[in-house]
């Protein structure tokens, strides 16, 4: 008897997964409610369940876990003496976000900017591109 109800809930959860399968083919990939509806779902119960305090202690409470991620990026982008952890933490933040611009480049940049350039940039705008906020496609540009 046991044996007979583990079998049918092995056959139960095969069933569920082929029929979510089945749902996501026939809906999932049309950009319609049903695909936000499944998205929205499936992403709902992401995001951080928990964090470590600085006394190492896990916590699942919402207002500590804040306190928590508020404390470590202030301490993360303050001036004042770090531990080596946040030290080590706050180069490789900075070694992603800080792009390093030379004094060559930056020349280049500060420069007018040339008709020919400009001519260039519009020559090379794809021409199936949406329009950008101005409502205007790159193939007005190359037309006009």
Not at 35 to 45: G, S
């Amino acid at each position: 008897m046991r044996h007979d109800i583990s079998e049918l809930e092995d056959k139960r959860e095969e069933f569920g997964f082929h029929s979510q399968r089945s749902a996501w083919t026939q809906l999932g990939d049309r950009c319609n409610v049903d695909f936000f509806k499944m998205v929205h779902t499936k992403f709902c119960n992401t995001g951080v369940k928990q964090l470590k305090k600085t006394d190492g202690i896990l916590t699942i409470v919402p207002e500590e876990m804040r306190q928590v991620a508020t404390d470590f990026f202030q301490d993360l982008l303050s001036a004042k003496a770090l531990s080596s952890e946040v030290l080590e933490c706050r180069q490789r933040f900075w070694d992603k976000v800080c792009p390093k611009v030379t004094s060559t480049m930056r020349q280049t940049l500060d420069a007018p900017l040339q008709e020919e350039e400009l001519a260039e940039a519009i020559r090379t705008l794809p021409h199936t591109s949406c329009p950008g906020e101005d409502g205007l496609t790159p193939t007005f540009f190359q037309e006009y």
